[in-house]
């Protein structure tokens, strides 16, 4: 069974950063493709990034694109999302996300994705 815990979020003020961690258990980890997404109350959950198998492709919603990056550490079944320029707007509980076994893309779906962390809340105050 694979298993997710992120950590790192918390109460920001605008324009600060945060660095959002994750740490997966079970399966192999270079096999899936990875993501985080972002639920603000009362909303949808949303596809914030995802990255590739091997890294190597990024993918982003428009709302974060040259403010937040995702990378991976497959050494150590650990994926980030560096969160900058932070706005009130990003405030929500934002979820690490695994795909099915050796998915060929990056998806941007809820149900590209298998496996769910509990999440982590991030609160932006301006």
């Known amino acids: 069974q694979v298993q997710l815990v992120e950590s790192g979020g918390g109460l920001v003020q605008a324009g600060e950063s945060l660095r959002l961690s994750c740490v997966v258990s079970g399966g192999t980890f270079s096999m899936y493709v990875m993501g985080w997404f972002g639920q603000a109350r009362g909303k949808e959950r949303e596809f914030v990034a995802g990255i590739s198998r091997r890294g190597d492709t990024t993918s982003y919603a428009d709302s974060v694109k040259g403010r937040f990056a995702i990378d991976r550490d497959n050494a150590k079944n650990m994926v980030y999302l560096q969160m900058n320029s932070l706005k009130s707007e990003d405030t929500a509980v934002y979820f690490c996300?695994?795909?099915?076994?050796?998915?060929?893309?990056?998806?941007?779906?809820?149900?590209?994705?298998?496996?769910w962390g509990q999440g982590t809340q991030v609160t932006v105050s301006s």
């Open positions: 996300v695994s795909s099915f076994n050796r998915a060929p893309v990056v998806g941007t779906r809820v149900y590209d994705y298998a496996y």
